[in-house]
């Protein structure tokens, strides 16, 4: 338990002050004067600024400040006034807190997009790729299926859809004529030819698994005896040789709807064999991030460890109390489901710490396979009643006028099947948190932490340990690395798209992007 618990460490954040603003919900319906002028558009908003204290956010290459606009004499509201400096069909306004964001509207795409195109290796060599986007969707409900498994199970290459259902996979050219999987627990898997995704809409669409009530019946089982049988299995399911993986990984800190810092980097893991004590090795491949310096002005954060929680999340590596039928007297085990995945049925145990129990102590559910006894996938989280003991372990802080309350952790671990060995597949980490100032009772944001990881490639030939110069400590902290930004490495490579939410946060920022290119 205590080796388990150090995980939670990698969400330890410094903050060094406290901004708190106001929100405004009606600053768009606020009136305000133009007068009758010629001058930039960076001049015109100013206008607006002094009159309603509102400040503007957009991308310099969708609006140019310098662009000199003609305004008439009139009363508006601040939206028909912004309009009227800014006359662009596909401008759209939204208000966030008190900021007012200036953005282009956009439209999903209404078919696949497939193309090829020359990137460069990681050795320098060229080669032709092929690149597909799209989005997956319950074929009943019509809803994005987020975190499904997309890829390409004769090369070991996939990636995760975002919390959209979106989805972007770049394979060589060369595996042209094979078929891309899509798989998600509870739905029939999906096979379609590359060929066949040409000029198709973008929404791939799942059925969803329902099992018939005596079927349930039938196969329901000890959850003790279930866990037990997945500990005696791990030789015979998980990689007993070292093994590549070359991973995409994404941390972020985001204040209220500010994002604070946003990192993105592709990892290359020696992962040594489940039948040995040997550490598993990181080397850095590629890196990029972004910074929002207005708000590190007040807040300075930082996250440790990311990539090291990732190395801890790996369950059956690690074997943490709540997978451990040892534990009964610390959890409760029930068989809560079945259900199916890559047309294998999987049991699903559902745990929860006892009355009594002292943190750290998660709940959660623990998804196995009934033939293999392999872990799939596990969910879990620290239950509200506990969060709040934690905060200790969960939060340094380096002011003492601070009051730091953590809200809610969860994690999310994924496992994938590649020539009969179960892989790390991905791997996701949240802590929300509410700050306040000490005797301000009525103060306060809400600030979020997360680290993502998603397995792109896995190579089991010629694995050796890297090099004691290659290797990235597990601990560092990414926002004070030094790297230099390949942006033509970045255009090509495999990753999670961002989310919307996400998406719009990180384009509030886009004029003060840090690429920090040959930093």
């Known amino acids: 338990m205590v080796h388990f618990a150090r995980l ?18 009606n600053v768009l319906q606020k009136t305000v004067r133009l007068d009758d002028s010629y001058s930039t558009i960076y001049q015109q908003l100013k206008k607006i600024t002094k009159q309603t204290g509102v400040k503007f956010v957009y991308d310099s290459e969708f609006i140019d400040d310098n662009e000199r606009v003609q ?37 999903h795409l209404l078919h696949t997009k497939i193309k090829t195109i020359t990137v460069k290796t990681e050795k320098g060599d060229s080669m032709k790729v092929i690149d597909i986007s799209g989005r997956l969707i ?49 739905y029939l898997s999906k096979k379609m030819a590359i060929s066949e995704m040409a000029d198709r809409n973008t929404e791939v ?42 991973t995409f990984y994404r941390e972020g800190v985001q204040k209220d709807n500010d994002i604070v810092n946003y990192t993105e980097a592709v990892f290359k893991i020696y992962k040594a ?75 699903v145990i559902q745990f929860e710490p006892r009355e009594g129990a002292v943190p750290l102590v998660y709940s ?36 003492r006028s601070l009051i730091v309350t953590p809200r809610e952790v969860k994690y999310m671990v994924s496992y994938r099947n590649w020539n009969g060995r179960y892989y790390i597949s991905h791997i996701r980490g949240e802590l929300n948190f509410r700050i306040r100032k000490r005797m301000r009772m009525f103060s306060g944001f809400d600030m979020k932490t997360w680290f993502e990881m998603a397995t ?44 919307e939410n996400l998406t719009e946060a990180l384009r509030k920022i886009q004029s003060r992007i840090e690429e920090t290119e040959g930093r």
């Open 364 to 399: 959660g559910q623990l998804f196995i396979d009934t033939e293999s006894g392999a872990l799939l996938r596990a969910s879990f989280s620290i239950p509200p009643s506990y969060v709040k003991a934690s905060s200790s372990m969960l939060v340094e802080k380096k002011s």
């Open 71 to 107: 305004t008439r004499s009139n009363v508006y509201s601040v939206e028909d006034a912004v309009r009227a400096i800014i006359a662009k069909n596909d401008l759209g306004i939204r208000m966030v807190g008190k900021h007012l964001l200036l953005f282009r509207q956009e439209h």
């Open 138 to 186: 319950d074929h009943l409900t019509q809803q994005p299926i987020e975190y499904a498994a997309i890829g390409l199970k004769e090369a070991a290459i996939g990636t995760i859809t975002n919390q959209n259902g979106e989805f972007r996979l770049t394979i060589p050219d060369s595996l042209n004529h094979k078929s891309i999987f899509f798989s998600h627990i509870g």
């Open 273 to 347: 064999s489940y039948g040995s004590n040997s550490a598993d090795l990181v080397k850095l491949l590629q890196m990029r991030q972004t910074s929002n310096t207005q708000v590190k002005d007040t807040v300075v954060t930082r996250m440790k460890a990311g990539i090291n929680a990732c190395i801890l999340l790996d369950l059956i590596k690690n074997m943490p109390d709540f997978i451990t039928p040892l534990s009964e007297n610390i959890y409760r085990f029930t068989s809560a489901d079945i259900t199916e995945i890559d047309g294998r049925l999987v049991n």
């Open 8 to 25: 939670l460490l990698c969400f330890a954040m410094i903050i060094l002050s406290l901004p708190c603003r106001a929100q405004d919900e």
């Open 456 to 499: 792109c490639k896995i190579d089991t030939v010629n694995v050796t340990r890297f090099t004691r110069n290659e290797i990235l400590p597990t601990r560092t902290i990414f926002s004070q690395t030094r790297y230099n930004y390949d942006e033509a490495f970045w255009g090509e490579h495999n990753v999670i798209i961002p989310e």
């Open 205 to 246: 669409a799942l059925e969803p698994k329902v099992f018939p009530l005596q079927e349930v019946i039938v196969r329901v089982v000890n959850p003790s005896r279930l866990l037990m049988q997945m500990q005696e299995n791990i030789q015979r399911n998980y990689p007993q040789k070292p093994t590549y993986l070359t």
